[in-house]
């Protein structure tokens, strides 16, 4: 594989990890002890870091890219394998 088709999914992993790092130890402005702000949703929360979500960020999308990148090489999961409903079968008989 090119090394900028790799890059390119990197890129996907990674934006694609946000969404599943974004909910991890988020404390609420009540839920921290502090005041609220004149307008702030009560479920806003209460600090936002943007350097260690970054860094969980990476850290997941590269474990997750390091398992694609080893699937494509060794072939543990193919698409013949999850294909649940026989395509094959169907298409060979035509």
């Known amino acids: ?14 934006a694609f990890s946000v969404f599943l790092v974004l909910p991890w130890g988020v404390r609420t402005t009540h839920e921290a002890g502090g005041d609220f702000v004149a307008g702030q ?8 870091r943007l350097g260690r ?3 969980r960020v990476t850290i997941v ?15 543990w999961v193919t698409p013949q394998m999850l294909d ?7 298409y060979n008989q035509m």
């Open 41 to 48: 949703a009560e479920s806003a929360p209460h600090e936002f």
């Open 61 to 75: 999308a590269s474990v997750l890219f390091g398992l694609f990148v080893a699937n494509y090489e060794f072939g």
């Open 84 to 90: 649940l409903f026989n395509r094959d079968q169907v």
């Open 1 to 14: 594989m090119k090394w900028t088709s790799l890059l390119a999914i990197y890129i996907l992993f990674w």
């Open 53 to 55: 979500l970054a860094l």
